[in-house]
């Protein structure tokens, strides 16, 4: 019998509604220096790191709202799982292209599967989150898949 309802299956495909943010030169120089970068066209600011499109779409939250891990809350993308301890799965994440001072981006995420296999020590279920970056003209800029197993 599966843990996975028709109910929690009818979640696949649910999306949050699409986030935008704004590229500065400013925000990149200070991730830049914060992460040690030490290219020139980062440290500029003239372009960002790949890996600045993570926290870019974060918000900022008060210490005391963040999870005891330091982590924000969950968004509520992911539908309560009848597992309850989660762990990472994995990432992949595609880069489209650069990303450059002034470059307005949208942030779409989507659930895309919900499944389930067996373990060594009982059921697992496995939620998978695409997160679509894309300028607001609709040209992709990165591509990522999450996925989060519950055992």
């Known amino acids: 019998m599966s843990l996975l309802t028709p109910e929690l299956k009818a979640e696949v495909g649910r999306s949050l509604p699409p986030v935008t943010a704004e590229v500065t030169r400013r925000e990149i120089r200070k991730y830049a220096a914060a992460t040690g970068q030490r290219l020139k066209r980062f440290i500029d600011g003239d372009e960002a790191p790949p890996m600045f499109l993570f926290g870019l779409f974060l918000d900022i939250l008060p210490r005391e ?3 005891a891990d330091g982590r924000q809350p969950d968004d509520g993308l992911v ?3 009848p597992l309850t301890r989660v762990m990472a799965g994995g990432s992949e994440a595609t880069f489209h292209r650069g990303i450059y001072p002034g470059d307005v981006l949208v942030s779409t995420q989507t659930l895309v599967d919900l499944y389930e ?6 059921p697992l279920i496995f939620a998978v989150v695409e997160n679509r970056v894309e300028t607001r003209d609709g040209e992709p800029v990165m591509i990522e898949r999450v996925t989060r197993i519950a055992r």
């Open 65 to 67: 709202r963040m999870l």
């Open 79 to 81: 539908p309560e799982l």
């Open 117 to 122: 296999k067996a373990g060594s020590q009982g």
